[in-house]
Protein backbone atom coordinates (compact mmCIF):
# COMPACT_ATOMS: atom_id res chain seq x y z
CA UNK A 1 0.00 0.00 0.00
CA UNK A 2 0.84 3.57 -0.87
CA UNK A 3 -0.88 6.73 0.82
CA UNK A 4 -0.32 10.49 0.85
CA UNK A 5 -0.69 11.73 4.60
CA UNK A 6 -1.90 15.05 5.51
CA UNK A 7 -3.35 17.11 8.65
CA UNK A 8 -6.51 19.15 8.37
CA UNK A 9 -4.72 21.38 11.22
CA UNK A 10 -8.44 23.89 11.12
CA UNK A 11 -9.92 20.04 11.95
CA UNK A 12 -7.37 18.51 14.33
CA UNK A 13 -8.92 19.14 18.16
CA UNK A 14 -5.19 17.58 19.35
CA UNK A 15 -6.87 14.27 21.04
CA UNK A 16 -3.07 13.23 20.38
CA UNK A 17 -4.31 9.74 19.28
CA UNK A 18 -2.39 9.74 15.85
CA UNK A 19 1.07 11.21 17.33
CA UNK A 20 0.60 8.42 20.31
CA UNK A 21 -0.44 5.45 17.84
CA UNK A 22 2.01 6.47 15.18
CA UNK A 23 4.68 9.14 16.30
CA UNK A 24 7.16 7.64 13.05
CA UNK A 25 4.31 9.33 10.74
CA UNK A 26 2.68 12.34 13.11
CA UNK A 27 3.83 14.54 15.90
CA UNK A 28 2.61 17.52 17.95
CA UNK A 29 3.56 21.00 16.35
CA UNK A 30 3.94 22.25 19.66
CA UNK A 31 0.23 22.80 21.05
CA UNK A 32 -1.37 19.52 20.51
CA UNK A 33 -2.05 19.88 17.16
CA UNK A 34 -1.12 17.44 15.16
CA UNK A 35 1.68 17.29 11.58
CA UNK A 36 3.34 15.36 9.49
CA UNK A 37 6.80 14.73 10.54
CA UNK A 38 9.24 16.88 8.90
CA UNK A 39 11.12 13.37 8.63
CA UNK A 40 8.69 11.72 7.02
CA UNK A 41 8.37 14.76 4.37
CA UNK A 42 5.63 17.24 5.83
CA UNK A 43 2.12 17.93 4.68
CA UNK A 44 1.62 15.70 1.52
CA UNK A 45 4.34 13.01 2.31
CA UNK A 46 3.99 10.06 0.60
CA UNK A 47 4.58 6.61 2.34
CA UNK A 48 4.65 2.96 1.81
CA UNK A 49 4.48 -0.55 3.52
CA UNK A 50 3.24 -1.39 6.79
CA UNK A 51 3.23 2.42 7.71
CA UNK A 52 1.16 3.16 5.24
CA UNK A 53 -1.39 0.50 6.43
CA UNK A 54 -1.04 1.64 9.65
CA UNK A 55 -1.58 5.48 8.32
CA UNK A 56 -5.08 4.39 6.72
CA UNK A 57 -6.63 2.89 9.96
CA UNK A 58 -5.69 6.09 12.59
CA UNK A 59 -7.02 8.40 9.60
CA UNK A 60 -10.50 6.72 10.35
CA UNK A 61 -9.85 6.75 13.91
CA UNK A 62 -9.52 10.82 14.17
CA UNK A 63 -12.31 11.91 15.84
CA UNK A 64 -12.18 14.96 14.08
CA UNK A 65 -11.83 13.90 10.80
CA UNK A 66 -8.87 15.83 10.43
CA UNK A 67 -5.91 13.44 9.39
CA UNK A 68 -6.58 12.63 5.31
CA UNK A 69 -5.17 9.63 3.86
CA UNK A 70 -5.24 9.33 0.24
CA UNK A 71 -5.12 5.83 -1.45
CA UNK A 72 -2.52 5.97 -4.28
CA UNK A 73 -1.81 2.06 -4.66
CA UNK A 74 -3.66 -0.35 -2.38
S1 LIG B 1 -6.13 12.03 15.79
FE1 LIG B 1 -7.04 13.76 14.64
S2 LIG B 1 -7.81 15.19 16.21
FE2 LIG B 1 -6.40 13.77 17.21
S3 LIG B 1 -4.41 14.83 17.21
FE3 LIG B 1 -4.49 13.52 15.37
S4 LIG B 1 -5.30 14.83 13.70
FE4 LIG B 1 -5.73 15.84 15.68
Redesign the pocket.
Known amino acids: MKVKVS??QD?????????DELPEV?EDRGD???KVKDDVGGDGAVIEGEIAERAAE?SE???????VTEIIEE
Open positions: VDLCTACALCYYGIAIECPSGAL
